[in-house]
């Protein structure tokens, strides 16, 4: 059975694959790009290992980048992304927890936004106190403006 491919992104001729099961693997992507690099449709390919991805432009459509690929013995195409990173589903579903708590402890005054702005206010000053201001400080303060920003464009519904 032929290891699963996903089209990432495709931009008129530029298409970027990835195949997971094969992350990290070297020589099955030297080989992709030895194999495809031969096929006519292909102008260009490059394969990268550690992010498991191909970048190709390939004058056919997914369907011929399907055909060519399969009959290659390099990979199938199905249409479907893979499920996004349980990793980050589960630290947004967590920190959507600890936002409810806060705002029930208090009894919606705040929440994780407005927490987060304040910590970061209060960092930066101490940064600046420190003589930090240029690093640290600048950089606390930043973010908490993209903060503010955020609050504003929810409060104006933009």
């Known amino acids: ?3 699963i491919g996903y089209v990432a992104h495709r931009t008129g001729h530029r298409v970027r694959l990835r195949i997971p099961a094969h992350k990290g693997d070297t020589s099955y992507f030297a080989r992709i790009e030895r194999e495809l690099a031969a096929c006519e449709r292909v102008s260009y390919v490059e394969a990268n290992p550690l992010t498991a991805s191909i970048l190709l432009h390939y004058n056919g459509t997914d369907d011929d980048l399907r055909h060519d690929a399969v009959a290659l013995g390099l990979f199938d195409i199905e249409a479907l ?9 589960a630290a947004a579903t967590r920190i959507d927890q600890i936002d409810r708590v806060i705002r029930r402890a208090s009894n919606g005054s705040f929440d994780l936004l ?8 209060g960092a930066s000053i101490v940064q600046a106190l420190r003589g930090q201001a240029l690093g640290p400080a600048s950089t606390l303060m930043a973010n908490a403006l993209a903060i503010l920003a ?9």
Do not use: D, W
């Open 1 to 3: 059975m032929l290891p």
């Open 81 to 89: 992304q893979p499920a996004a990173n349980p990793v980050l589903s």
């Open 114 to 121: 407005e927490v987060a702005f304040v910590g970061l206010i």
């Open 150 to 158: 955020l609050h504003r464009a929810r409060r104006t519904g933009r």
